[in-house]
Protein backbone atom coordinates (compact mmCIF):
# COMPACT_ATOMS: atom_id res chain seq x y z
CA UNK A 1 0.00 0.00 0.00
CA UNK A 2 1.47 3.30 -1.01
CA UNK A 3 2.11 5.82 1.59
CA UNK A 4 -0.94 7.96 -0.06
CA UNK A 5 -3.36 4.86 0.23
CA UNK A 6 -2.14 4.60 3.65
CA UNK A 7 -3.09 8.53 4.47
CA UNK A 8 -6.40 8.18 2.80
CA UNK A 9 -7.33 5.22 5.49
CA UNK A 10 -5.72 7.18 8.20
CA UNK A 11 -8.28 10.14 8.00
CA UNK A 12 -11.25 8.36 6.84
CA UNK A 13 -13.07 9.44 10.08
CA UNK A 14 -11.95 12.98 10.13
CA UNK A 15 -12.75 13.15 6.23
CA UNK A 16 -16.13 11.55 6.95
CA UNK A 17 -16.92 14.18 10.05
CA UNK A 18 -15.92 16.96 7.15
CA UNK A 19 -18.75 15.98 4.67
CA UNK A 20 -21.13 15.57 7.26
CA UNK A 21 -21.00 18.95 7.73
CA UNK A 22 -24.82 20.57 6.79
CA UNK A 23 -23.86 23.21 4.44
CA UNK A 24 -22.28 20.04 2.15
CA UNK A 25 -25.77 18.09 2.29
CA UNK A 26 -27.90 20.73 1.06
CA UNK A 27 -25.69 22.21 -1.48
CA UNK A 28 -25.62 18.52 -3.08
CA UNK A 29 -29.43 17.64 -2.70
CA UNK A 30 -29.82 21.49 -4.33
CA UNK A 31 -30.96 23.62 -1.75
CA UNK A 32 -28.97 26.11 -1.49
CA UNK A 33 -29.46 30.16 -1.44
CA UNK A 34 -27.31 32.91 -2.88
CA UNK A 35 -26.29 33.89 0.62
CA UNK A 36 -24.91 30.84 1.22
CA UNK A 37 -23.28 30.14 -1.68
CA UNK A 38 -21.29 33.74 -1.40
CA UNK A 39 -20.39 33.30 2.39
CA UNK A 40 -18.51 30.20 1.35
CA UNK A 41 -17.11 31.99 -1.19
CA UNK A 42 -16.01 34.84 1.14
CA UNK A 43 -14.43 32.66 3.62
CA UNK A 44 -13.11 30.62 0.77
CA UNK A 45 -11.12 34.07 -0.11
CA UNK A 46 -9.85 34.58 3.40
CA UNK A 47 -7.90 31.37 3.03
CA UNK A 48 -6.89 30.98 -0.40
CA UNK A 49 -5.22 34.42 -0.54
CA UNK A 50 -2.92 32.90 2.10
CA UNK A 51 -1.84 29.90 0.08
CA UNK A 52 1.00 31.91 -2.08
CA UNK A 53 2.15 32.90 1.15
CA UNK A 54 1.97 30.15 2.85
CA UNK A 55 3.93 28.48 0.24
CA UNK A 56 6.83 31.08 0.05
CA UNK A 57 6.83 30.41 3.86
CA UNK A 58 7.40 26.88 3.30
CA UNK A 59 9.78 27.25 0.82
CA UNK A 60 12.33 29.06 2.93
CA UNK A 61 11.66 26.96 6.14
CA UNK A 62 12.44 23.46 4.48
CA UNK A 63 14.79 22.07 6.69
CA UNK A 64 17.97 20.59 4.86
CA UNK A 65 16.57 16.71 4.57
CA UNK A 66 13.28 18.22 2.87
CA UNK A 67 15.53 20.87 0.22
CA UNK A 68 14.79 18.41 -2.50
CA UNK A 69 10.86 19.80 -2.42
CA UNK A 70 11.91 23.02 -3.18
CA UNK A 71 11.09 22.70 -6.64
CA UNK A 72 7.93 21.47 -6.04
CA UNK A 73 6.70 23.98 -3.86
CA UNK A 74 8.12 26.49 -6.39
CA UNK A 75 6.11 24.87 -8.93
CA UNK A 76 2.62 25.21 -6.64
CA UNK A 77 3.62 28.81 -6.30
CA UNK A 78 3.59 29.56 -9.99
CA UNK A 79 0.72 27.30 -10.06
CA UNK A 80 -1.45 29.34 -7.06
CA UNK A 81 -1.05 32.65 -7.17
CA UNK A 82 -3.40 35.18 -8.12
CA UNK A 83 -6.62 32.72 -7.43
CA UNK A 84 -7.99 34.58 -5.01
CA UNK A 85 -8.90 37.26 -7.44
CA UNK A 86 -11.49 34.39 -9.07
CA UNK A 87 -13.16 34.12 -6.35
CA UNK A 88 -13.82 37.63 -6.13
CA UNK A 89 -14.69 37.74 -9.95
CA UNK A 90 -16.88 35.28 -8.88
CA UNK A 91 -18.48 37.72 -6.07
CA UNK A 92 -18.95 40.07 -8.41
CA UNK A 93 -20.69 37.71 -11.19
CA UNK A 94 -22.54 36.31 -8.51
CA UNK A 95 -24.49 39.37 -7.54
CA UNK A 96 -22.29 39.80 -4.49
CA UNK A 97 -19.82 42.81 -3.20
CA UNK A 98 -16.27 41.62 -4.37
CA UNK A 99 -14.74 44.81 -2.51
CA UNK A 100 -16.43 44.52 0.56
CA UNK A 101 -15.22 40.98 0.73
CA UNK A 102 -11.78 42.19 0.02
CA UNK A 103 -11.61 44.46 3.31
CA UNK A 104 -13.21 42.05 5.38
CA UNK A 105 -12.26 39.94 8.32
CA UNK A 106 -12.73 36.57 8.41
CA UNK A 107 -14.84 34.75 10.16
CA UNK A 108 -13.23 32.91 12.90
CA UNK A 109 -12.64 29.03 12.02
CA UNK A 110 -11.23 30.42 8.50
CA UNK A 111 -8.70 32.80 10.40
CA UNK A 112 -7.96 30.02 12.68
CA UNK A 113 -7.57 27.55 9.77
CA UNK A 114 -5.10 29.62 8.37
CA UNK A 115 -3.41 30.41 11.84
CA UNK A 116 -2.67 26.90 12.12
CA UNK A 117 -0.99 26.68 8.89
CA UNK A 118 1.49 29.74 9.65
CA UNK A 119 2.03 28.04 13.26
CA UNK A 120 3.31 24.68 11.86
CA UNK A 121 5.45 25.95 9.17
CA UNK A 122 7.06 28.33 11.30
CA UNK A 123 6.95 26.66 15.02
CA UNK A 124 6.06 22.84 13.99
CA UNK A 125 7.16 20.59 11.24
CA UNK A 126 6.86 22.80 7.89
CA UNK A 127 6.35 18.33 6.14
CA UNK A 128 3.11 19.49 8.18
CA UNK A 129 1.52 21.88 5.59
CA UNK A 130 1.52 19.05 2.90
CA UNK A 131 -1.44 17.48 5.53
CA UNK A 132 -3.50 21.09 4.61
CA UNK A 133 -2.79 20.45 0.60
CA UNK A 134 -4.17 17.06 1.06
CA UNK A 135 -6.92 17.95 3.23
CA UNK A 136 -8.25 21.06 0.55
CA UNK A 137 -7.43 19.27 -2.74
CA UNK A 138 -8.58 16.28 -1.92
CA UNK A 139 -12.13 17.86 -0.85
CA UNK A 140 -11.86 20.17 -3.79
CA UNK A 141 -11.74 16.79 -5.97
CA UNK A 142 -14.40 14.98 -4.25
CA UNK A 143 -16.66 18.17 -4.17
CA UNK A 144 -16.25 21.07 -6.39
CA UNK A 145 -17.53 20.13 -9.43
CA UNK A 146 -20.21 18.51 -8.85
CA UNK A 147 -20.91 21.28 -5.98
CA UNK A 148 -20.94 23.82 -9.06
CA UNK A 149 -23.25 21.85 -11.18
CA UNK A 150 -26.09 21.70 -8.23
CA UNK A 151 -25.37 25.39 -7.12
CA UNK A 152 -25.75 26.68 -10.67
CA UNK A 153 -28.75 24.75 -11.32
CA UNK A 154 -30.30 25.63 -8.25
CA UNK A 155 -29.66 29.76 -8.05
CA UNK A 156 -29.69 29.89 -12.13
CA UNK A 157 -26.50 31.69 -12.16
CA UNK A 158 -23.95 32.24 -15.22
CA UNK A 159 -21.16 30.48 -16.02
CA UNK A 160 -18.46 33.19 -14.84
CA UNK A 161 -19.77 33.03 -11.02
CA UNK A 162 -18.16 29.05 -10.86
CA UNK A 163 -14.70 29.86 -11.61
CA UNK A 164 -12.92 28.96 -8.87
CA UNK A 165 -15.20 26.18 -8.20
CA UNK A 166 -14.30 24.33 -11.68
CA UNK A 167 -11.20 25.93 -12.32
CA UNK A 168 -9.80 23.84 -8.91
CA UNK A 169 -11.79 21.02 -9.26
CA UNK A 170 -10.18 20.11 -12.49
CA UNK A 171 -6.45 21.83 -11.58
CA UNK A 172 -6.41 19.66 -7.80
CA UNK A 173 -6.95 16.42 -9.66
CA UNK A 174 -3.52 16.66 -11.21
CA UNK A 175 -2.04 18.14 -7.78
CA UNK A 176 -3.68 15.11 -6.30
CA UNK A 177 -1.44 12.71 -8.41
CA UNK A 178 1.84 15.09 -7.76
CA UNK A 179 0.86 15.00 -4.27
CA UNK A 180 1.06 11.75 -4.02
CA UNK A 181 4.41 11.35 -5.21
CA UNK A 182 5.74 13.84 -3.15
CA UNK A 183 5.03 12.18 0.25
CA UNK A 184 5.97 8.34 -0.87
CA UNK A 185 9.39 10.44 -0.82
CA UNK A 186 9.18 11.78 3.06
CA UNK A 187 11.03 10.02 6.18
CA UNK A 188 8.34 7.90 8.03
CA UNK A 189 8.42 10.84 10.66
CA UNK A 190 7.69 13.30 8.21
CA UNK A 191 5.00 11.34 7.36
CA UNK A 192 3.32 10.65 10.75
CA UNK A 193 3.30 14.59 10.49
CA UNK A 194 1.28 14.55 7.65
CA UNK A 195 -1.29 12.39 8.94
CA UNK A 196 -1.60 13.99 11.75
CA UNK A 197 -1.88 17.67 11.01
CA UNK A 198 -4.36 16.23 8.21
CA UNK A 199 -6.83 14.97 10.65
CA UNK A 200 -6.28 18.81 12.30
CA UNK A 201 -7.20 20.68 9.46
CA UNK A 202 -9.99 18.50 8.35
CA UNK A 203 -11.41 19.61 11.39
CA UNK A 204 -10.59 23.20 11.12
CA UNK A 205 -11.74 22.98 7.04
CA UNK A 206 -15.20 21.21 8.52
CA UNK A 207 -15.18 24.10 11.14
CA UNK A 208 -14.99 26.76 8.06
CA UNK A 209 -18.28 24.92 6.63
CA UNK A 210 -20.20 23.85 9.47
CA UNK A 211 -20.13 28.12 10.35
CA UNK A 212 -21.64 28.94 6.84
CA UNK A 213 -25.41 29.39 6.47
CA UNK A 214 -27.08 26.87 5.84
CA UNK A 215 -29.35 26.33 2.55
CA UNK A 216 -32.95 26.12 2.01
CA UNK A 217 -35.52 25.21 4.74
CA UNK A 218 -36.16 21.03 4.48
CA UNK A 219 -39.02 20.68 2.04
CA UNK A 220 -38.71 23.74 0.00
CA UNK A 221 -38.75 22.44 -4.09
CA UNK A 222 -34.75 22.14 -5.22
CA UNK A 223 -35.85 24.02 -8.33
CA UNK A 224 -36.38 27.43 -6.29
CA UNK A 225 -33.65 29.83 -6.44
CA UNK A 226 -34.47 32.30 -3.31
CA UNK A 227 -31.41 34.94 -3.83
CA UNK A 228 -31.77 36.56 -1.10
Request: overall charge negative; some cysteine; proline content about 5%.
Amino acid sequence: MSFYEQLITATEKSRAELLAAPIIADCLQGRVTRDSYLAFLAQAYHHVRHTTPLLMNLGGRLPERLAWMRGAVAEYIDEEIGHEEWILNDIDAAGGNAGAVRASQPDLPAEVMVAYAYDLINRRNPAGFFGMVFVLEGTSVALALTAADKIQQALGLPDRAFSYLRSHGTLDQEHTQHLARLLEKMTPDDQAEVIHCARVFFKLYGDVFRALPTGMPAGTPTGASPCN
